[in-house]
């Protein structure tokens, strides 16, 4: 294994403190429990945004606290849950008393541990909601996940949802849009190359020369299909037309149901996109592929779109969620309205993310 | 091979047209000959800024182009020069009656064609002034370099002058500021693997599992020294102090002199940084390597600058220039000052550079 690291088990906390330092205007670093929080004082009546996860897919979600974004973000060791001890401690550091959203990706570690969490914090006096991310369409149960995983989708609801606690929506309102952006937003990935979990020291899976692995999820976990290298043509029509043609987009996400006081399952429909429709592009560097490999992908989803009747109206590309030094991409499709789209404008401020300001 | 292209010969042609695509409000791209430009109207009375180089590195230079840093960007194949009909028709397309100030790298066609370019364009009248960018303390004379070899430094010049350029700066005093950013401006790089450039099809050098090189060049040229894998904090105390410590910074660059109207040599020497300087840091990527370890190496830097007196007060932390996939970081270090701290902190909108708009 060679890596720019000193032991494996200080990857996380030696990464965290690079970034305080190169960040100290922006964000702060809480250790035992570990999370990252916004460095400008608390906004009274705002409701405060928490992500987390498993580390080694940055820039996310550390790289995305900030003005317009997240409040707070638990990182775990690389592609291990936070706990919930991570969670309710960053949930009082950045509560203004209009309660927390937790944005939770669809992974059974982070889905137990944030419920945990919601229910510690509510008994604390907090108010929490909870929206988990299943956007990956690739597999239906997967290595670490029942039902669809969490991906793309996730940096897109962080930034919409970031957008509105700025703008002054309240808790249920920024909830109601999480949902919504979960809905209309369908990813897929694939891995040309393993990535190496520096605490293991070995590739993650083995993949040949001429392998690729079609469906792959941001672990490493398996995807739909291992295949022969294709053009980038080739795998940017497949990923693409799974997206657009995804029949799995029914069904049920868990959620605190605040009137009854308990989880429900919540249905989800959202029917396939359809000609007309307005949507975001994002293509996903999984880390280890350039950038320039990254535009020939953008470049055979916008004939697709064009040719499907689909309009880009607004995109993202590069690194965003990654998976350590992982070659691949992933994309993901947003179906947008004009709140999304306002909302996708408005400024912001991390480490990872800045315009407008 | 395995990559995300189709055929290696459109390999930057296609990439160019996704870019294209995405960024249709910020660029626009010419071919034959191959250039990007922006696709907002022209400033009269305002210079403008051109780079160009071999692709294989972005963002760097197309990336770059628009409001605050570049008017036009002239790639060439992969690790390969653009030529000086590419330079000249974009000297063409973005003149404002300024005139245009060259960013160059240091290396042996680059710079020919440059020079090429800047005699054919001064010929049609157009004034065009060449700042080379010789900043890789690495080593003396390299594969494609005689010289100093151009790097890190070429970003901070690129966002730098751009300002300037925007600010009102004319051609005198922009070249000026590109000399002075390239003056105290200094670098070193280090690589884990080396990458494979499409139209080859197999890695430009090799490198054992246990092995890194210690100076390596862009495009994978040979370094100080080949040896084992060490801690980062051992890789960063290496690349820093041989920053600090550079005692090649008296050297010679070749610039147009207008009024003899010939090319001369001009002499820069810059001694050593010293405590109390204020430097901005940048770290950078070489492209397949995680967003998290760049921070690792971020966190020992930040603290050898504070044993050593130097003040960080700003810093660039991302994949900027890149070598492909390849792994490994390099450091680079600028000494500021309040003029270039004020336009480093200006406005930029380019497809990969944005903030404060």
């Not at 401690?89 to 541990?113: E, F, P």
């Not at 975001?280 to 040719?307: D, H, W």
């Not at 179906?335 to 408005?346: F, G, P, T, V």
Request: net charge negative; hydrophobic share 40%.
């Amino acid at each position: 294994m060679k890596k720019l690291i000193n032991k494996p088990e200080d990857f996380v906390r030696e990464s965290l403190q690079g970034m305080a330092a190169a960040h100290a205007d922006l964000i702060k670093v809480n250790y035992d429990p570990t999370f990252v929080y916004r460095a400008t004082p608390l906004i009274p009546g705002k409701v405060a945004i928490i992500s987390g996860g498993g580390s080694g897919h940055e820039p996310m979600h550390a790289g995305f606290v900030g003005h317009g974004m997240l409040d707070a973000a638990c990182p775990g060791e690389v592609f291990t849950s936070p706990t919930p001890d991570q969670m309710l401690a960053a949930a009082k550091q950045v509560d203004g008393g209009a309660g927390i959203l937790y944005i939770v990706k669809n992974y059974s570690g982070d889905v137990m541990n944030f419920e945990m969490a919601t229910e510690l914090a509510r008994s604390e006096g907090i108010r929490v909601l909870n929206i988990l991310i299943d956007d990956d369409i690739a597999v239906k149960d997967s290595l670490y996940t029942q039902g669809r995983r969490g991906v793309g989708t996730t940096v897109l609801a962080e930034k919409i949802c970031g957008a509105a606690a700025e703008q002054g929506y309240d808790l249920s309102q920024v909830a109601e849009l999480c949902r919504r952006v979960n809905l209309h937003g369908r990813s897929m990935g694939i891995a040309l190359t393993s990535c190496t979990v520096p605490a293991k020291g070995t590739p993650t899976f083995e993949l040949s020369d001429r392998e690729i692995e079609l469906g792959i999820g941001i672990h490493g976990e398996p995807g739909r299909e291992r295949t022969y290298i294709k053009l980038v043509d080739e795998i940017t029509e497949i990923l693409t037309h799974s997206i657009i043609e995804d029949v799995s987009y029914r069904r049920t996400v868990r959620e605190w149901d605040e009137n009854q006081g308990e989880w429900i399952d919540v249905e989800l429909i959202d029917p396939p996109l359809q000609k007309g429709d307005r949507i975001l592009a994002f293509v996903n560097s999984m880390g280890g592929t350039p950038l320039a490999e990254v535009y020939l992908v953008y470049r055979k989803l916008s004939q697709i779109c064009e040719q499907q009747g689909l309009q880009i109206v607004r995109n993202l590309i590069g690194p965003y969620i990654t998976s350590l030094e992982m070659q691949g991409c992933s994309i993901t499709l947003l179906k947008l309205d004009d709140e999304l789209i306002r909302l996708w404008d408005a400024p912001v401020k991390t480490p990872s993310w800045r315009w407008g300001i």
